[in-house]
């Protein structure tokens, strides 16, 4: 079955300290790897996503991510962390073709103390 | 990068109303755009696919006479949450894609 595991429901994180947010997923087909950031009463941003090469993909905010496919991950990290990055993250993993949606985790709620 | 709108942002109507939500993809044409619902705290569910010039296509145990989808262009479609009751209320998010997919800013539905 496909599907996208975000094994964190929340994390706390100090602010300035570095961040990981944990994405697994299981996809049969070659899988187009997003992230989304939703803050609350908004929509989703996109973050960043990976199609294809270079495993390390950079994002806005500071963000990015690593692709690995033997362990089929695509966590995301930030050096840096902002009390502004307080939100909710979701990984999603879809084909490429436009006419299907993707699957989405169940999100990790990140908290960002001073 | 593309931009999808909703509108209304929020909304409150009486129960038994009708309620209708447009989603536009400002610069690009989607074939395809899709509706979620999100419940407080949790994450997007899929509602239905809906396709440009032929009928939407909805995810088991939604309600295809409840929430009707139109996709009259290349760039616009409508839910409409017919007959709305309190447990519709909830958040409306749509999103079209050509690559990559984006979200609207998603529409607030309270039901009173």
């Known amino acids: 079955a496909q599907s996208v595991t975000q094994p964190d429901i929340h994390i706390t994180v100090s602010e300035g300290a570095s961040l990981e947010l944990r994405c697994n997923y299981s996809?049969?087909?070659?899988?187009?790897l997003f992230w989304y950031v939703q803050s609350p009463g908004q929509g989703l941003q996109l973050l960043l996503k990976?199609?294809?090469?270079?495993?390390l993909v950079q994002g806005i905010k500071g963000f990015e991510a690593e692709f690995k496919r033997s362990q089929s991950s695509f966590n995301l990290r930030k050096p840096s962390v902002h009390w502004s990055d307080a939100a909710e993250y979701f990984c999603?993993?879809?084909?490429?073709?436009?006419?299907?949606?993707?699957?989405f985790g169940k999100g990790t709620t990140l908290s960002v103390s001073s | 990068g593309a931009v999808v709108s909703q509108h209304p942002s929020w909304v409150i109507c009486k129960s038994g109303t009708s309620v209708k939500i447009e989603c536009r993809s400002l610069?690009?044409?989607?074939?395809?755009m899709f509706w979620y619902r999100q419940f407080p705290k949790q994450s997007l569910m899929l509602m239905a696919t809906?396709?440009?010039?032929?009928?939407?296509?909805?995810e088991q145990g939604v309600e295809k006479d409840k929430f009707l989808i139109n996709h009259a262009s290349l760039t616009l479609s409508t839910l409409t949450v017919t007959s709305a009751h309190p447990e519709d209320s909830s958040f409306y998010i749509c999103?079209?894609?050509?690559?990559?997919?984006?979200f609207g800013p998603g529409t607030r539905l309270l039901v009173l």
């Open positions: 999103s079209a894609r050509d690559r990559t997919p984006y």
């Open positions: 996809y049969g087909a070659t899988p187009y």
């Open positions: 990976y199609f294809s090469g270079d495993t």
């Open positions: 999603a993993v879809g084909p490429g073709q436009a006419g299907t949606a993707l699957i």
């Open positions: 610069d690009f044409q989607a074939t395809t």
């Open positions: 809906s396709n440009e010039g032929s009928k939407a296509t909805y």
